[in-house]
């Protein structure tokens, strides 16, 4: 039983069509984080919430935006997707962030 | 401002053989430090964080606030060993956890 499931795994898209990542948890945790993964960068933030009504730019957050539909969900959309959006997609969640992350299995998206 | 940096994208080791993954940090204050692992086609796991000063898996890291670093360590090096490791670090104000870039471990038979 995963604790943090993403969907869909893979998705290839064209330029320019709209998508959405989606993100729930069962760990009963408040915060939860959108990063994504390239070869050579590490994983870079795009956005961040901590509670519900709470939603937070990260370093990386252009062309990107974020909904949390409820505790449990954090979906983050690509309004128009670009090539260079081409990535791996984690979604994580912490108690606090001195307790560290629960990271899902990620989403591969390929933009063409 | 924040930042982590592993100075190796890869490093090969043979088996059997120590291993030390570095990691070096910079934040003007107190943070945590965590190791992250990512084996294959598999999702991150956290590692060890510096705060509860485990040993899992016979890795160790000690935080050496001199030096701002926090080095990864393992005696004897094993082929399951191979995997991205990530160094990350949270800090105290507000607390988003900010990674390396990696470092791939490859461990030779």
């Known amino acids: 039983d995963a604790d943090v499931t993403q969907t869909p795994r893979n998705r290839i898209t064209k330029t320019g069509k709209r998508i959405m990542l989606e993100c729930s948890q069962t760990?009963?945790?408040?915060?939860m984080y959108w990063y994504r993964q390239d070869p050579g960068l590490g994983l870079r933030l795009i956005y961040y919430?901590?509670?519900?009504?709470?939603?937070n730019k990260g370093e990386i957050s252009d062309g990107y935006s974020v909904s949390r539909q409820a505790q449990a969900k954090f979906s983050l959309s690509l309004e128009s997707a670009i090539p260079n959006q081409t990535a791996l997609y984690f979604c994580?969640?912490?108690?606090?962030?001195?307790?560290?992350?629960?990271f899902g299995s990620g989403t591969r998206l390929t933009v063409v | 401002a924040q930042r982590v940096t592993q100075p190796e994208k890869l490093l090969s080791v043979f088996k059997g053989a120590p291993v030390e993954l570095k990691c070096n940090y910079s934040?003007?204050?107190?943070?945590?430090l965590f190791w992250y692992v990512q084996y294959s086609r598999q999702r991150l796991q956290l590692l060890l964080r510096?705060?509860s000063r485990e040993s899992i898996k016979g890795f160790t890291a000690d935080l050496n606030k001199g030096e701002t670093s926090f080095h990864l360590k393992k005696p004897f090096a094993q082929e399951e060993d191979s995997a991205m490791y990530y160094c990350?670090?949270?800090?105290?104000?507000?607390?988003?956890?900010?990674f390396g870039k990696g470092t791939r471990l490859h461990i030779l038979p």
């Open positions: 994580a969640t912490s108690l606090t962030g001195s307790h560290g992350y629960t």
């Open positions: 760990k009963g945790h408040d915060r």
């Open positions: 919430s901590f509670d519900v009504k709470d939603i």
């Open positions: 934040y003007s204050g107190s943070p945590e």
């Open positions: 510096h705060i």
């Open positions: 990350a670090l949270s800090g105290s104000r507000d607390d988003k956890i900010i």
